[in-house]
């Protein structure tokens, strides 16, 4: 087996820590070191005082609905692919059929997931 297709990985590995390890150590010799207040720890809001703390957690159904939003986008990316694949298929008789069938149980999966979402009640925002 020949090593020499592995040089430019392995120098292209090589170059990204020595870049990773510069940086940090560049930012600590070079950066500024001071001390740090109350007051400069506080988020500025026009010399008002803050109302509330800068850092507020989101809940977690925002979570929830940007997975489900994830998940249906994936599958939008998956159809359109087929789709095009499908077209082809249809020409030769008799593989259009597992093509099809394997892309009715994605569907059907999917389906489901959303039903048991919508029982769970991740889409209400009350």
């Given at each position: ?56 957690r989101?809940?977690v ?11 249906f ?13 499908y ?40």
């Amino acid at each position: 087996m020949e090593l020499k297709q592995y040089v430019p990985v392995l120098m292209l590995i090589i170059l990204a820590l020595v870049t990773v390890i510069g940086m940090l150590v560049g930012s600590v010799l070079l950066g500024k070191v001071g001390k740090r207040n109350k007051a400069k720890d506080t988020p500025y809001e026009c010399g008002i005082e803050p109302i509330t703390p800068g850092t507020s957690r989101y809940p977690v159904k925002f979570y929830q609905v940007a997975l489900i939003f994830i998940l249906f986008d994936v599958e939008v990316v998956f159809f359109y692919p087929w789709a095009v694949a499908y077209k082809e298929l249809l020409k030769n008789p008799g593989t259009h059929n597992l093509v099809f069938f394997s892309m009715a149980a994605f569907t059907l999966i999917l389906i489901v997931a959303y039903y048991y979402a919508v029982k769970k009640g991740v889409l209400n925002f009350k």
